[in-house]
């Protein structure tokens, strides 16, 4: 039995998840038996906010490659996607396979994808039906068109690829149409978008347009038609990527030969404590305006307004405790950002809470396949903050050191990381995480967020976390009198004060951490001369600190980092 590929392509945001979704869907009523592959980046695993309904028929069979570079097929590891059709070949006979579907990255090249299917064993159980361009009319143009510098490729150019390769275009988010447009200009925006694409796919036969539609909602009879409508392209033979060899010994996490560098990717990691919301917001927001990026998902951890400037007094708050407390470390509000290439960044709360590692065994014990949306992931990771960002030329050098700095709120450093200064600050973070996972394994009953119906998403995560730092507040294990003896003692550490707005040079600084009490001091260390190095990007050499009064700074303690700022 032959089955019918679909290959699914199209810019980052257009719907091909979506797409995919109704392809399924309309297949329920059938006989359909399908294979869905994924390909996906790397390092934006656990962020999709479209998951696919993989877990019952027609889905029989789910699996995703990856990428490790810009979204071309010679950044996959070497021959995966050559491994997994030799897999489902050998497997025919189970899985009586009648279609397979195959979704790129947003920024994909589908030429090599299409010149899989030219090998002689992969020819006699699968036929290439159809490569699917998913377009967005609201935003096309202006990716195709955008500006960029002589000879630099962008999305713009992985569009024209995509277009040239169809069989059949989808106008998809019909709904997103400028206000300004009445019903009588959308349509005729429409045909002029319409044209514009036709004009883009090349001297060859025109591909087969379907729409416009919202949500990929075409309708049955449009859906049926993508497996009717004859083949009228070939692959390209002048293409930039080239598919890798299979190897069964090697992996290949890098740019292989002929690598299409067009885009390029970063991912922005915090592990604790948060960023200054508006702050990271701005920057992010930045980015999608001067169309440096092409698309941005993930989730951030915030501190709350009222938490937001350095308090103290209340040790349920305060800002210079170690560890810190559960409102400034793993009960803090979080929301789901998503935006598109010049658009609009949408922010959404997450309102669930679960145990690491928890979503995994779920799915290992059900047998479901795996997807780990960006709430799932969010959900486990109290506190951090993961951005994935696909665009042009990003420097994730200056990108880390830019989310950086929405941590800061205010102050200067790190001065130093307390969990790599001591054992027992790395320690006693671990007991902490160790226990507030173990309470939520136990369960921690359903949280009332008053504000649920709030349009206000931070509104609405700042509710929420303050519910889940109300459900987590249980009184600590009782201690032995020995180990209060052991623990009532301070221990101390160098630091540096890198230079900033304020200050020119580096100073060298002491941090203090009581841990009976926790609290957490820093003071100037001193005239010593400091040996700076190049971490932050201000250059190295000998610098001196240029106080030697032993006068306190203000300490804010994020997750294990320790900043500070002149009292």
């Given at each position: 039995?032959?089955?019918?590929?679909?290959?699914?392509t199209?810019l980052?945001?257009?719907?091909?998840?979506?797409?995919?979704?109704?392809?399924?869907?309309?297949?329920?009523?059938?006989?359909m038996?399908?294979?869905?592959?994924?390909?996906?980046?790397?390092?934006?695993?656990?962020?999709?906010?479209?998951?696919?309904?993989?877990?019952?028929?027609?889905?029989?069979?789910?699996?995703?490659?990856?990428?490790?570079?810009s979204?071309?097929?010679?950044?996959?590891?070497?021959?995966?996607?050559?491994?997994?059709?030799?897999?489902?070949?050998?497997r025919?006979?189970?899985?009586?396979?009648?279609?397979?579907?195959?979704?790129?990255t947003?920024?994909?090249?589908?030429?090599?994808?299409?010149?899989?299917?030219?090998?002689?064993?992969f020819?006699?159980h699968?036929?290439?039906?159809?490569?699917?361009?998913?377009?967005?009319?609201?935003?096309?143009?202006?990716?195709?068109?955008?500006p960029?510098?002589?000879g630099?490729?962008?999305?713009g150019?992985?569009?024209?690829?995509?277009?040239?390769?169809?069989?059949?275009?989808?106008?998809?988010?019909?709904?997103?149409?400028?206000?300004e447009?009445?019903?009588?200009?959308?349509?005729?925006?429409?045909?002029?978008?319409?044209?514009?694409?036709?004009?883009?796919?090349?001297?060859?036969?025109?591909?087969?347009?379907?729409?416009p539609?919202?949500?990929?909602?075409?309708?049955?009879?449009?859906?049926?038609?993508?497996?009717?409508?004859?083949?009228?392209?070939?692959?390209?033979?002048?293409?930039?990527?080239?598919?890798?060899?299979?190897?069964?010994?090697?992996?290949?996490?890098?740019?292989?030969?002929?690598?299409?560098?067009?885009?390029?990717?970063?991912?922005?990691?915090?592990?604790?404590?948060?960023?200054?919301?508006?702050?990271?917001l701005?920057?992010?927001?930045?980015?999608?305006?001067?169309?440096?990026?092409?698309?941005?998902?993930g989730?951030?951890?915030?501190?709350?307004?009222?938490?937001?400037?350095?308090?103290?007094?209340?040790?349920?708050?305060?800002?210079?405790?170690?560890?810190?407390?559960?409102?400034?470390?793993?009960?803090?509000?979080?929301?789901?950002?998503?935006?598109?290439?010049?658009?609009?960044?949408?922010?959404?709360?997450?309102?669930?809470?679960?145990?690491?590692g928890?979503?995994?065994?779920?799915?290992?014990?059900?047998?479901?396949?795996?997807?780990?949306?960006?709430?799932?992931?969010?959900?486990?990771?109290?506190?951090?903050?993961?951005?994935?960002i696909?665009?042009?030329?990003?420097?994730?050098?200056?990108?880390?050191?830019?989310?950086?700095?929405?941590?800061?709120?205010?102050?200067?450093g790190?001065?130093?990381?307390?969990?790599?200064?001591?054992?027992?600050?790395a320690?006693a973070?671990?007991?902490?995480?160790?226990?507030?996972?173990?309470?939520?394994?136990?369960?921690?009953?359903?949280?009332?967020?008053?504000?649920?119906?709030?349009?206000?998403?931070?509104?609405?995560?700042e509710?929420?976390?303050?519910?889940?730092?109300l459900?987590?507040?249980?009184?600590?294990?009782?201690?032995?009198?020995?180990?209060?003896?052991?623990?009532?003692?301070?221990?101390?550490c160098?630091?540096?004060?890198?230079?900033?707005r304020?200050?020119?040079v580096?100073?060298?600084?002491?941090?203090?951490w009581?841990?009976?009490?926790g609290?957490?001091?820093?003071?100037?260390?001193?005239?010593?001369?400091?040996?700076?190095?190049?971490?932050?990007?201000?250059?190295?050499?000998?610098?001196?600190?240029?106080?030697?009064a032993?006068?306190?700074?203000?300490p804010?303690?994020?997750?294990?980092?320790?900043?500070?700022?002149?009292?």
């Amino acid at each position: 039995m032959v089955a019918s590929a679909v290959l699914v392509t199209g810019l980052p945001g257009s719907g091909k998840s979506a797409l995919l979704t109704e392809l399924l869907g309309d297949g329920r009523n059938g006989t359909m038996r399908a294979a869905v592959c994924v390909h996906r980046h790397a390092r934006a695993f656990g962020l999709e906010t479209t998951p696919l309904t993989v877990d019952t028929l027609p889905c029989v069979h789910y699996s995703e490659v990856f990428d490790f570079g810009s979204g071309c097929l010679c950044c996959s590891p070497d021959g995966d996607l050559v491994r997994l059709l030799s897999d489902l070949c050998s497997r025919q006979s189970e899985l009586k396979l009648s279609h397979l579907f195959i979704e790129t990255t947003g920024v994909a090249d589908p030429n090599p994808f299409v010149r899989v299917f030219d090998n002689e064993l992969f020819a006699q159980h699968f036929e290439l039906r159809s490569v699917i361009c998913v377009v967005d009319l609201q935003r096309v143009q202006s990716i195709l068109n955008e500006p960029k510098d002589a000879g630099a490729p962008g999305a713009g150019s992985r569009g024209i690829v995509q277009l040239k390769c169809a069989d059949i275009l989808v106008l998809n988010h019909a709904d997103e149409l400028r206000k300004e447009f009445t019903t009588e200009s959308k349509e005729t925006r429409v045909h002029e978008v319409r044209d514009i694409l036709l004009q883009r796919t090349g001297d060859n036969e025109a591909p087969s347009v379907l729409g416009p539609c919202s949500f990929c909602k075409l309708g049955q009879q449009a859906l049926s038609a993508v497996f009717t409508i004859p083949r009228c392209r070939g692959h390209s033979k002048a293409t930039s990527c080239a598919l890798p060899a299979p190897s069964n010994f090697m992996l290949r996490f890098g740019p292989g030969p002929g690598h299409d560098a067009a885009c390029s990717t970063a991912c922005l990691v915090r592990s604790r404590g948060g960023v200054c919301f508006d702050a990271a917001l701005a920057m992010l927001q930045l980015l999608l305006d001067s169309g440096q990026a092409y698309r941005i998902q993930g989730y951030l951890s915030f501190l709350p307004k009222d938490l937001e400037a350095a308090s103290g007094g209340d040790p349920q708050v305060s800002a210079s405790t170690f560890p810190p407390p559960l409102r400034r470390l793993w009960a803090l509000p979080m929301v789901v950002v998503q935006g598109l290439y010049r658009g609009q960044l949408s922010i959404r709360a997450v309102t669930s809470v679960s145990a690491p590692g928890s979503a995994l065994e779920t799915a290992e014990k059900s047998g479901i396949p795996w997807q780990e949306t960006a709430f799932d992931s969010a959900a486990a990771d109290r506190g951090g903050c993961k951005i994935f960002i696909c665009g042009a030329t990003l420097d994730e050098t200056a990108l880390k050191a830019q989310m950086q700095h929405c941590a800061q709120h205010g102050f200067e450093g790190p001065v130093c990381n307390l969990e790599e200064a001591w054992p027992e600050a790395a320690r006693a973070m671990d007991a902490m995480e160790q226990s507030v996972a173990a309470l939520i394994r136990r369960g921690i009953g359903p949280l009332d967020v008053r504000d649920s119906d709030s349009s206000d998403s931070r509104s609405v995560a700042e509710a929420f976390a303050a519910g889940l730092a109300l459900a987590l507040d249980v009184a600590p294990p009782s201690r032995t009198k020995e180990a209060e003896l052991r623990e009532c003692r301070e221990l101390r550490c160098s630091g540096r004060r890198r230079p900033g707005r304020r200050s020119q040079v580096t100073e060298a600084v002491e941090v203090s951490w009581k841990q009976d009490t926790g609290d957490i001091s820093v003071f100037a260390a001193g005239s010593v001369p400091v040996v700076m190095q190049d971490l932050m990007g201000y250059g190295s050499g000998l610098r001196y600190c240029t106080s030697s009064a032993c006068s306190p700074y203000i300490p804010l303690v994020v997750g294990s980092e320790v900043f500070c700022k002149p009292a």
